[in-house]
Structures are given as structure tokens and as C-alpha cells.
């Protein structure tokens, strides 16, 4: 069973570029979610998406965007980065309709924005 | 909205004594709970969850935690800290009625095993 990946591990920006960070979901999984981790703090969530349709967001403001494709994998974009968008990047998938929250994590996406 | 408070950022405890992370949620729903841990490096890995069945739910690595509903709380312990468990743990929270997958985090605490 492969588990959920994601790339780049690592990179650097600057303010005002734009990013995209990808993921592949865990075999058999159709959720795939993301979530912004800053340093000392807890994951937050950024959305989720099912069927290709964002399915609930969290307070993020639109320069957040994503996509899911027929496979299930994903892609996070950020807009005009901002210095406060440094942080660890988390996707994770999961089966819509099982309902129970467990979530599968890929190791994560850290972005600096210099 | 749903939160979680999780009490004391560090906790140090000896190899082989109680370990006991404290977390305390708020919901308007009956909740799911989960406790979440991270190895450094490294994305987050499941270590129990409780989804309205008992309330005393065992999970991976020897890991236990309690459903108390009057106090609100949702306590990880273990027995007997071994070296390999000093990671962060995250206590979670979902709203079942909203599809359950939608994670609201506390802001972790790091746990560090001494000989």
C-alpha cells in the first residue's frame, strides 16, 4: 500500500512569488486535505477536496487555491507569498464517507519565504 | 467552532514512569477526538481515536486515552515511557455531523524522555 507523498520536501521563495506543492493520496483514498503548520504550533487546516471540488475550507484567504485530479492526488498554490507563509505544508487523504477523521499524512512540504 | 486546549508545551518524564498529556476540548457536538504524534522530520501519524463507541480507547505503542465528558477532557497516558516516544503530540477534534475529516489541532506538546 503506497502512503501518501509530497514534493518538493524543501524550497525557498521570496515575497511575492507563487508556489505549488503537490501530493500524491494514500491507494484506495479519494480526500485528499491540506494543512498549514507553522513552527510551535498545531497543523490548521486549508481545505479539502473531493470529486476535484474544493469540500470545506478553513480561514485562509483566496490566494490559497488547490486542485484535486481524476487520480486523487493534489496540488496546493499560493498567490503573493508572504513572509507569515513559512511553515511546514501537510497533506493528507482519507476515504470521503468513512467519516471517522483518520487521516493519512504525507511528511510535508517546508516552505520559506524570505 | 470546535477547539482543543492541550496543557503544558514541554512535558519530561523518565524512561519507564507515567506519561500523561492533558487535553481538553470544546465542542457544541458530540465530538471525535484523536491524538496525533510527529517524529521530528516527519508528518503525523494516528495513535488512537474515539468516535462515540467506549470510552477508554487504546491505541498504538501501548497508548491509551479516556472520553470524559463531564470534565471535557480526552487524556493521553502510557504506563511506562520508553525513549522512543519522545515526539510532539497533538490532541484533535472533528465534528462528526460535518463529515468528521476536518481536523481542528491544539498547539501540540513535545514530550522528552530522560534516562
Known amino acids: 500500500e503506497t502512503g501518501v507523498t509530497q514534493s518538493p520536501t524543501h524550497l525557498i521563495k521570496t515575497r511575492g512569488q507563487q508556489v505549488t506543492l503537490r501530493c500524491s493520496s494514500q491507494?484506495?483514498?479519494?480526500?485528499v486535505s491540506w494543512y498549514q503548520q507553522a513552527l510551535g504550533q498545531g497543523p490548521q487546516f486549508i481545505f479539502q477536496?473531493?470529486?476535484?471540488?474544493?469540500?470545506g475550507r478553513g480561514n485562509f484567504p483566496p490566494r490559497f487555491s488547490g486542485l484535486q485530479f481524476p487520480n486523487y492526488s493534489s496540488e496546493l498554490n499560493v498567490n503573493a507569498l508572504e513572509l507569515d507563509d513559512s511553515a511546514l505544508y501537510l497533506c493528507?487523504?482519507?476515504?470521503?464517507?468513512?467519516?471517522?477523521?483518520?487521516?493519512?499524512f504525507g511528511e510535508g512540504s517546508r516552505l520559506t519565504v524570505l | 467552532a470546535q477547539s482543543v486546549t492541550q496543557l503544558g508545551s514541554h512535558v519530561s518524564v523518565s524512561e519507564g514512569a507515567l506519561v500523561l498529556l492533558r487535553c481538553n476540548y470544546s465542542?457544541?457536538?458530540?465530538?471525535?477526538l484523536f491524538w496525533y504524534v510527529q517524529y521530528p522530520n516527519q508528518g503525523l501519524q494516528l495513535l488512537l481515536k474515539?468516535?462515540?463507541?467506549?470510552?477508554l480507547v487504546k491505541g498504538i505503542n501501548g497508548f491509551e486515552a479516556e472520553f470524559k465528558k463531564s470534565e471535557t477532557s480526552f487524556h493521553l497516558t502510557k504506563p511506562s515511557a520508553h525513549m522512543s516516544d519522545a515526539a510532539e503530540y497533538f490532541c484533535?477534534?472533528?465534528?462528526?455531523?460535518?463529515?468528521?475529516?476536518?481536523?481542528?489541532f491544539g498547539t501540540g506538546t513535545q514530550l522528552k524522555v530522560e534516562l
Open positions: 493528507a487523504s482519507s476515504r470521503q464517507g468513512q467519516g471517522n477523521g483518520e487521516l493519512f
Open positions: 491507494s484506495g483514498h479519494n480526500t
Open positions: 477536496y473531493y470529486r476535484e471540488e474544493e469540500n
Open positions: 465542542s457544541s457536538v458530540p465530538p471525535y
Open positions: 474515539y468516535t462515540s463507541a467506549a470510552t
Open positions: 484533535a477534534v472533528s465534528d462528526p455531523t460535518g463529515g468528521g475529516n476536518k481536523l481542528t
